[in-house]
């Protein structure tokens, strides 16, 4: 599988779509059809944005395992991973929250004569 993440600061649909395979006649090299997912879509114009490409294999295997997740969510039945993570994200914030707090300011400090 191979990612490839850019900026978008332009809002876009995603997008899913499959690339038949071919082979590069310049240098030989064939090319396994592929699946691309752009989740913050293509706007027109120069872009940047997201992309996501695998193999159809691959593809299969995420969009079960996408899909088997999504399920469990929706029933309230979240990933230990994904719990860690958010409680991670949440400690280091306060820390950093309470860093700012206690942190003095320079204009706090009295003057240097």
């Known amino acids: 599988m191979y990612v490839q993440l850019t900026l978008n600061d332009e809002d ?12 590069d006649d310049a240098d030989g090299r ?10 913050v879509g293509r706007p027109d114009g120069d872009r940047a944005g997201v992309l996501l490409t695998m193999t159809i294999g691959e593809a299969l295997v995420l969009g079960r395992r996408i899909t088997e997740i999504a399920e469990r969510a929706a029933e309230g039945h979240f990933s230990q991973r994904g719990t860690q993570w958010r409680k991670e994200v949440q400690d280091r914030k306060r820390r950093e929250a309470w860093n700012v707090l206690m942190a003095g300011s320079d204009d706090d400090s009295p003057a240097e004569s």
């Open 12 to 23: 876009g649909v995603p997008e899913v779509y499959s690339t038949p395979p071919w082979t």
């Open 30 to 39: 064939a090319e396994t059809a592929r699946v691309v997912v752009d989740p």
